[in-house]
């Protein structure tokens, strides 16, 4: 069972025209350090996502950016941390044996969050980003009273080996990341753009053929960070910012519907 009372070792505030933001530290139970940035507008009895970043320590780039941005508009406690390898060993960042300590640490995470005196506890939605949507499935799959699950860019798909080579066939691991997603009656979505080879669409649709309903697709343009590339390759920023812009409005539309 996770610590219910945890420490805060360092509190800052820092102001932006777009949004205020709260820095704070939080301990495991195997006391591993979890950096956590909180986006609480004013306000009580706010709805609230809990969102953990990918496997490339990413928590404070454009999508997370974006999402605490536009949270705050419509109202919704944002709540970001990142994976503690990303602190302790950022020159060589690897995930602890089956993610043992990022499990942790998103339950940490979500148990500072339920006590948070702003925040409704029956409107706390999971979300995760690639390697985190992994971890916020495992979690959300134990924790009953998290009310809905966000899968940012959930990965679906390998179309290489572990070296880089293209596999001969594209290899599908829906069932082996997300194993019981469809038994579960909770709103799910699941997010990603339509050149993401981590999440193929064909292999997506058929493993969701015979799910229940309550699981929403939407599918952006880009890649497996929603960038858009111009004729030459090249990210378009311009083109990225507003694809990004379009993926977090779609998932904070689709939590005003069903949170």
């Known amino acids: 069972m996770i610590r219910s009372i945890v420490t805060t070792v360092l509190i800052l505030i820092a102001s932006t025209k777009a949004f205020t933001a709260e ?30 970043p990918g496997s490339s320590c990413n928590s404070k780039g454009p999508l997370f950016e974006t999402l605490a941005q536009l949270g705050e508009t419509a109202k919704v406690a944002i709540i970001r941390f990142e994976w ?26 979500l148990e500072y969050t339920k006590q948070h005196a702003s925040i409704d506890k029956t409107k706390i939605v999971l979300a995760g980003k690639s390697l985190g949507s992994h971890i916020a499935y495992a979690v959300f799959a134990k924790e009953t009273s998290a009310k ?17 080579t293209p596999l001969s066939e594209h290899q599908r691991v ?4 997300y194993p019981k997603l469809k038994d ?12 993401d080879s981590l999440c193929l669409l064909p292999i997506l649709y058929d493993f969701l053929k015979d799910s229940k309903g309550n699981i929403s697709t939407f599918v952006a343009g880009g890649n497996h960070g929603f960038s858009i590339k111009d004729s030459d390759g090249n990210v378009d920023q311009v083109k990225t ?6 993926v977090i409005s779609a998932i904070l539309n689709w939590m005003d519907i069903n949170i």
Not at 25 to 47: A, C, E, F, K
Not at 93 to 109: H, L, M, N, W
Not at 184 to 195: E, I
């Open 23 to 52: 820095f704070l530290t939080l301990q495991t139970l195997r006391g591993l350090d979890v950096n956590v940035t909180l986006h609480i507008p004013q306000g009580s009895n706010l709805p609230a996502i809990v969102v953990a």
């Open 84 to 109: 503690n390898y990303c602190i302790s060993n950022p020159s060589d960042p690897v995930p602890s044996f089956k993610y043992r300590d990022e499990i942790e640490a998103f339950q940490t995470v």
């Open 148 to 164: 809905a699950l966000v899968l940012l860019t959930p990965i679906c798909s390998y179309t290489t080996d572990r070296n880089g």
């Open 174 to 177: 829906c069932e082996e990341v």
């Open 184 to 195: 579960d009656k909770r709103p799910v979505l699941m997010t990603m753009g339509n050149d």
């Open 241 to 246: 910012e507003k694809n990004i812009n379009t």
